[in-house]
């Protein structure tokens, strides 16, 4: 019972849930800290919306990331695709340099205002990590067990998803979560191109010199970070256990 109370997981979930809730109802307060400020609380949308929407925005893009990181990970690690592996990682390593803004420049003449450029911008910033530790853990896998499974008369594909992919899923995990962790912080400036995030209060705080604003976002993206990062951790832990 100790160590579940001691579990700060829990307790940041609740306080992000509670800050959502409450985030409306904090005018007094906020006024009293910016007493020249005529509108102390963000109200254009719902708290609770925006981090629907951030969450959304995040996944897809971190998901997609996910596939092309890890598949491009695995390709390049096949014999078939060794002497493609220098390009493919510069390709991500670029994608990664390139800032996230000026990608949101080029796409929205093309693609237009909303949340298509934002996600476009988040899924190629959020490759390098998750094909970087596709490799890491691909490559940690002991050339005896894949001797073993070569043995017992496994395929290539079979050696690929019961052992090799199997072993590597901690440091494979491990890239995602960099991704995902970065691209929450990163995912504030899709309210530049019209994208509803919990970046919008930073974003108008800013431009208007609303510090209250800016405070109440920054908080909350924070937050959800801290949450997000902890469960993968914890999924680390239990794959980490399945392995050994």
């Known amino acids: 019972m100790r160590k579940r109370l001691c579990d700060p997981l829990p ?28 509108r102390p ?7 609770l ?14 998901f997609g990331a996910t596939l092309i ?5 695995v390709a390049v690690t ?25 990608v949101l420049a080029l796409a929205v003449p093309v693609i237009g205002f909303g949340e298509r450029p934002a996600a476009i911008a988040l899924l190629l910033y959020g490759i390098l990590p998750i094909l970087q530790g596709t490799l890491a853990g691909l490559e940690s896998v ?26 590597a899923a901690p440091v494979i995990l491990a890239g995602i979560r960099t991704s ?7 995912a504030a400036i899709a309210s530049t191109v019209g994208a509803k995030s919990l970046g919008s209060p930073v974003i108008i705080g800013l431009s208007g010199f609303n510090t209250a604003y800016v405070i109440q976002g920054a908080v909350l993206v924070a937050l959800l970070a801290l949450v997000v990062d902890r469960l993968f951790e914890r999924l680390q832990r239990w794959l980490s256990g399945n392995v050994k």
């Open 180 to 186: 995902t962790i970065i691209n929450i912080g990163t």
């Open 41 to 47: 609380v963000y109200q254009q949308e719902s708290f």
């Open 69 to 73: 990181g890890i598949g491009a990970g």
């Open 142 to 167: 002991p050339e005896s067990a894949r001797e073993v499974a070569r043995g017992v008369g496994m395929s290539g594909w079979q050696r690929l998803t019961r052992v090799e992919l199997p072993l």
């Open 78 to 102: 096949r014999r078939a695709g060794g002497e493609f592996r220098p390009l493919v990682e510069t390709l991500a390593a670029a994608g990664q340099t390139f800032p996230p803004v000026a």
């Open 11 to 38: 307790w940041l979930i609740a306080l992000f849930v509670l800050l959502l809730l409450a985030m409306p109802y904090s005018g007094p307060l906020f006024a009293a800290w910016f007493p020249q400020l005529d």
């Open 49 to 62: 919306r925006l981090a629907l929407a951030h969450i959304t925005l995040v996944a897809a893009s971190s």
